[in-house]
């Protein structure tokens, strides 16, 4: 330990005690994943602390996943996001939480928790009409359900990584329209699809709907991910079943879940809806569920894109209220992701695709040009959120680094 | 106990010592969920009998669930098998294992194995033929692409459940054509899918292939498997991004594995290929990968189809190559399904969309006419392979009924 404690923050520090999002980690020289909460630069051992300090929900927190913590339901979450804000500010617990804090560097951290089913939603107006302008220039660049319901698809929740996590090039099948058959090598079309993800926690019981009003009681937090897209492989297959093998490969989610009561000054109303909504979806009249996100999007290390989440089309409410309104039911470590975040202006796109019109328009790097991802690249995502006072709530980052295809 | 030993099978028993499918079961008046194996008309307790029995695979049998046997890998599978065989044929046996087979009227069967990620496939060219000329009657049947890879998407493995389980009818929007706007309500379209779901037991390795000579080192067993489909909500709803709500619901599959060992007379080549397939799914030269599986669906007792499964296009075996052709790994108790059984006649179409074109044509049923299911309906999909000596080798079957939908 240094003379400056780590229990000492910075004033306005984005990881301070108003955030405190959840991750799993093991420190230098251990073994045992454990549940952490990141607090400045350093990270707690949550289940230590919860020992040390008598706490009911040790239980819930000495665990190697978050899933025992997010099954516990809205009134232990914020129970046990109370305990540790106290522990974490009280200087009568300075003694005993001090020596529980490992510094971020020198710890491993894991996927937080265990992924049940991945859903991925299609919510932004911008990405989804620039996507029907560069697929589908002659026709209506949305299709006729999209103000109507939230489009998604399941994903594969088996090949969901941490952030750090390298990305393989997948191989696949591939044909340009003008070629005469389709072609196997390495994806030459590779892409990031900058996202939110939502965690839940609380399940729901199969044949029962989530209204809208019950986000809350189910949605544990948030994360930052990257959702890696082969278009070339995606192209190919997608008709008509939807993508598979083009976005299966990897899905990167950021090491640190966010609690929705960390974003209590980031709520904010949807974009104005422009075709009356059936009353499952109808949120003229719900506490608004919009979230006021500040994402960036960098390609090693040289901002690419600021896509901003307020104006999402779909909430992640509504999204939540559409995949259980035919009775599916919510297990806990259901993840499902806002689709490409992308804004009304070009510097606002959230995916290589739309920021250089599918490859016409190459993006300048200060290490050269790029239509889509080249072997090396490194692709960060950070966001942040308005906290109390003027301050900022700071999301995990998520990053992953291109490897080259796997040959022979 | 009867006079008759529940050893003593009839000759050609369809679940005699050449089947020994493995399911979860719960014994009456007790409530702990147990691996079992059925044998004849009842359910040897695995478990018990390799513990009373010294069998050093205990710890894979004395289990709630089928997941540690099946990441236990191919020549585990083979050894239990092989003692497990033993133990019910061999007559020294006789005494320990008799008290340890419980009538299958007596127990409640369980579903038999935790779901990772859950994939359909669309193998049929029948199937995939009749739906395209259904849905785009002034177009080519099949899309370009489906004569070059097996079209797949992942499914909500959260909603898989035994057979037996009611099937609750969604709601849902839907909408015709004609219509100005979507309505909401239950579906009026609620459909079957007679398919056949192949059960992963050992896993892969991110970013590495399964080749198609590998599948038997990964795939432990096979079930049957209905996965029931919201026409109407499917068709509003699958454009641009695949099914999704009007899947989801629920996907029924039977409760006993049966596992590739069992089906050794059952391999048969698939159909000619007519057109020239990539390496990676060229199965020319391979182990001949089709299975002569012969299989009925039955609405309320009555037989309406009798879906071959020796014609389907795709093999399992391609399908797994190519599911994890972009490096995605494999998990212990991954499933991925068929796709819609289908073959050249009319009468062994495995869904009401087909069999009822669309409900152009109803069903004549004792009672009553269909063109989709009504609330009540049960139904049943049964299935054999040739087993040794010409005996038969009899698939758990996969039952649901219809509850009305939820409303309010």
């Known amino acids: ?67 025992p913590l997010m099954a516990a339901g809205r009134p232990a979450w914020q129970a046990v996001r109370a305990g540790i804000r106290e522990w974490l500010t009280d200087p009568g617990h300075r003694a005993a939480v001090e020596p529980l804090l490992h510094p971020l560097d020198g710890v491993t951290l894991h996927l937080p928790f265990e992924v049940a089913d991945y859903v991925d939603f299609y919510a932004s107006e911008h990405h989804a009409t620039n996507v029907g302008r560069i697929f ?3 026709g209506e660049p949305l299709t006729p359900n999209w103000k109507h319901l939230p489009i998604g698809y399941h994903g594969r929740a088996g090949t969901v990584v941490v952030s750090g996590t390298p990305v393989v090039r997948p191989n696949g099948q591939r044909k340009a329209p003008a070629d005469p058959a389709p072609s196997f090598g390495p994806s030459l079309r590779l892409d990031i699809e900058a996202e939110v993800g939502f965690v839940v926690g609380a399940p729901s019981v199969l044949g029962e709907q989530v209204p809208l009003s019950a986000f809350r009681d189910h949605v544990f937090g948030l994360c930052l991910l990257n959702d890696w897209s082969a278009r070339d492989i995606q192209a190919w297959e997608y008709v008509p079943l939807g993508p598979f093998l083009g976005k299966s490969f990897a899905t990167s989610v950021s090491a640190w879940i966010t609690p929705l009561d960390a974003l209590e000054q980031a709520w904010t109303a949807p974009p104005a809806r422009d075709r009356a909504l059936l009353p499952y979806l109808d949120d003229a009249e719900a506490v608004p569920a919009g979230l006021d996100l500040h994402m960036s999007v960098a390609i090693n290390g040289h901002t690419v894109s600021n896509p901003p989440f307020s104006g999402m089309y779909w909430t992640a409410a509504q999204q939540l209220a559409h995949m259980t309104v035919n009775g599916a039911s919510l297990r806990t470590g259901d993840l499902f992701a806002s689709g490409t975040v992308s804004g009304p202006e070009p510097e606002q796109r959230g995916c290589l695709l739309e920021l250089t019109w599918s490859g016409r328009d ?41 490897a080259p295809a796997v040959t022979g």
Do not use: C
């Not at 799993?24 to 602390?49: E, I, K, N, S």
């Open 1 to 67: 330990m240094s003379e400056h404690s780590p229990l000492d923050l910075a004033a306005g520090d984005p990881y301070g005690p108003h955030n405190l999002p959840y991750g799993v980690f093991t420190p230098t020289g251990d073994d045992r994943p454990r549940v952490g909460v990141r607090y400045g630069d350093h990270v707690l051992d949550a289940g230590a602390a919860a020992a040390a300090l008598g706490s009911p929900h040790a239980d819930l927190l000495r665990q190697p996943v978050l899933n």
């Open 136 to 138: 589908r220039p002659d």
């Open 362 to 402: 190459p993006l300048e790097l200060p290490d050269g040009k790029r239509t889509f991802l080249e072997d090396g690249d490194e692709v960060t995502l950070t966001a942040w959120a308005p906290g109390p006072d003027g301050s900022r709530v700071a999301l995990g980052e998520v990053t992953g680094r291109i």
